[in-house]
């Protein structure tokens, strides 16, 4: 049952083939047994957790149907849960344990799932790596050498292992893309705004209705259809902040065959290569794609400039990143600089005065409307979601001076996030699907992008894929004793 998908896991609860408290028992002993190592489960909260699966099989036999009652389920560490520690690796805020929920705890809670714990982050949630002082590594169940990526690395890390099976995570620099990319699972970086985030804060910081720039919160599992499961829960305003209940009414995907959908296939980009594992697993599913009768196209004049692009959301980013940090120096440094790198819009971005941020945010509503113009000849684009597949464990604590390997050369670490920024900085959805495995074994997987708050189109797109080339199999040291890749599915 651990390798079950929640979808399944439901059907199995309503037909009284099991209960939640086995399927939590189960899970519980399948972390006890097998975390020691992967290190996803940062904070347990078993004993709560097995309350909840109690209350869901009386509920379930009074009647009762919500859309995950008694599913079990973990959250990233950086959430808001009443009576545990809320510390975003940070070693000052160990002690930090918040009274209330965050809203999407609330929100999964109400639906009936049963939350076993907290999954591992990186120190303040800025590294594509998930580690820290206070909960030690978290290691790909692929290869326990390599990262499972960051943020929500351990939320990818728990899904690929069977702890569980769905997650919560965020996003802002593809923390829910890029460890669904290293760990061979599903993530789903929702349109910006779309699902509330209050409660998903710093260590002892108010959680209140703030509207965040570029960041967001959403569903990681272990299929496309559990991402919309659980997306479903989590869409919709604030109540704070409407007064109203957050139910919220996408618009439908906008086909439903496989056939029907007009996708723009990218692999290059002017900042970085794109490794030769990745731009496999890129032509995999554009070949999947035609096969299937969509129109593929690889070129299009209305694609917005992918080197403003980049450059717009890097100082967006590390503007964000450095707001309440002492910058004069950066000032003096950044007007000294004539280039026009990745490297210099970092430091650019860090240095931003409101005036200029402003400006900033102007080029992108043109990118925006840039993206509204494309969307309307095609359905969804397909991209890398990093240039490389999952890479080894690196502890350097200069980020900066950190380099990412692709292909044998090397390149600045952070340059690898003009991938995930691509739909960041427009505030686009994005679904990461698996795409196949590397020639070294560990998975590769390439995101689908769609139109703002047309969620369910890219949703749609990965699960028709799903069906066409096989979706989450997992590492056959974990999955061969019952897992989907003992069974044969998927």
């Not at 086995?22 to 097998?34: H, N």
């Not at 139910?247 to 065959?257: F, I, K, Q, S, V």
């Amino acid at each position: 049952m651990s390798f079950q998908t929640a979808q399944e896991q439901l059907t199995a609860l309503r037909a009284g083939e099991v209960t939640s408290i086995e399927l939590t028992d189960e899970t519980i002993a399948r972390i006890e047994r097998e975390d020691g190592v992967i290190n996803a489960i940062c904070v347990r909260d078993f004993d709560r957790a097995r309350a909840a699966a109690r209350e869901a099989d009386r509920a379930r036999a009074r009647g009762e149907d919500r859309p995950l009652l008694g599913v079990p389920v973990t959250v990233k560490e950086c959430y808001n849960i009443a009576g545990l520690p809320t510390t975003w690796g940070m070693p000052q805020h160990r002690d930090h344990v918040p009274a209330e929920d965050a809203v999407q705890v609330s929100r999964v809670k109400a639906a009936g799932a049963v939350v076993l714990g907290k999954t591992n982050v990186p120190l303040g949630l800025q590294d594509l790596q998930s580690f820290n002082d206070i909960y030690g590594t978290t290691a790909n169940p692929w290869n326990h050498d390599r990262t499972p990526g960051g943020s929500s690395g351990g939320s990818a890390a728990a899904l690929a292992a069977g702890f569980g099976a769905l997650s919560l995570g965020t996003d802002i620099a593809g923390s829910l893309r890029t460890p669904a990319h290293f760990c061979g699972v599903y993530a789903h970086k929702p349109t910006v705004g779309l699902a509330a985030t209050r409660g998903m804060v710093p260590p002892a910081t108010p959680a209140l209705p703030v509207e965040q720039d570029l960041a967001v919160v959403g569903p990681m599992a272990r299929t496309a259809r559990d991402l919309t499961l659980l997306l479903d829960v989590m869409a919709g305003p604030d109540p704070l902040t409407l007064g109203v209940a957050h139910n919220l009414t996408l618009p439908p995907a906008r086909h439903d065959r496989l056939a029907d959908f007009r996708v723009l296939v990218l692999d290059e980009h002017p900042f970085l290569p794109t490794g030769s594992a990745v731009r496999a697993g890129v032509n995999r599913v554009a070949d999947a794609l035609a096969d299937g009768g969509a129109r593929v196209e690889r070129h299009s004049p209305l694609l917005p400039d992918l080197a403003e692009a980049a450059t717009l959301y890097t100082q967006l980013l590390f503007s964000g990143s450095v707001a309440h940090f002492p910058v004069e120096a950066l000032v003096t440094r950044a007007a000294e600089l004539s280039d026009q790198s990745l490297g210099a819009a970092r430091l650019r971005g860090m240095a931003l005065s409101h005036s200029d941020w402003l400006q900033v945010n102007s080029r992108r509503e043109l990118h925006r409307h840039g993206w509204r113009q494309l969307f309307a000849e095609f359905d969804a684009v397909v991209c890398p979601i990093t240039p490389t597949p999952a890479f080894p464990h690196d502890h350097s604590p200069d980020l900066l001076q950190r380099r990412i390997d692709i292909d044998g050369v090397e390149h600045p670490f952070f340059d690898q996030l003009v991938w995930p920024g691509l739909a960041t900085m427009p505030g686009l959805p994005a679904t990461a699907v698996p795409a196949g495995l590397s020639p070294d074994g560990l998975p590769v997987g390439v995101q689908l992008i769609g139109p703002m708050f047309e969620d369910r189109t890219p949703l749609r797109l990965a699960e028709l894929l799903e069906r066409k080339i096989g979706g989450f199999r997992g590492p056959a040291k974990i999955t061969a004793a019952g897992g989907l890749e003992a069974r044969g599915e998927r």
